[in-house]
């Protein structure tokens, strides 16, 4: 069980405090450990989200130099999930047409740092609206 420690961008383990790495296998990783929880409960979570319509994947960076990464997300699209393609390329960034994917995604052509604060702002934006309203 992990959490971010304080007002840095660091992982704190709950049981004793000290820093730690989040539980994520990155390319050539010599430290990677087996999570405890089998690969199982991201089934059940995968089938319960997309089953309630509530699966939205958050693509940011990968492009085409990551396939197990896209290819799981083209996967959770065809499967009813919604998407949010960023990349910097603009090649990278887009979809596949066909009708799977639908109106279900959107493609952005910018940074992933840039995307997420352009996202956060039409939350907000979406949020006001909503408060205004009777």
């Given at each position: ?6 007002g840095e961008n660091h992982?704190n383990?709950?049981r004793?405090?000290?820093r ?9 990783d010599d430290?990677?450990e087996e999570?405890?929880?089998p ?8 089938k ?7 699966a939205v ?17 083209n996967?959770l699209?065809?499967?009813?999930a ?16 066909d009708?799977?994917?639908g109106?279900?995604?959107?493609s ?6 840039k ?8 939350i ?6 909503v408060?205004?309203?009777?």
């Open positions: 069980s992990w959490q971010l420690g304080g992982i383990c709950k004793c405090g000290r730690a790495r989040p539980n994520v296998l990155m390319f050539d430290e990677w999570p405890e929880e690969p199982k409960a991201y089934k059940r979570w995968e319960a989200a997309l089953s309630a319509g509530r994947v958050l693509e940011g960076g990968c492009g085409k130099r990551v396939p197990t990464v896209r290819q799981n997300t996967r699209a065809r499967k009813g919604w998407v949010i393609r960023i990349n910097a390329s603009a090649e990278d960034a887009k979809c596949p047409k009708a799977a994917f109106v279900r995604t959107v952005l052509h910018c940074g992933v740092l995307a997420i604060r352009g996202i956060n702002e039409a907000a934006r979406i949020r006001q609206g408060e205004r309203e009777p």
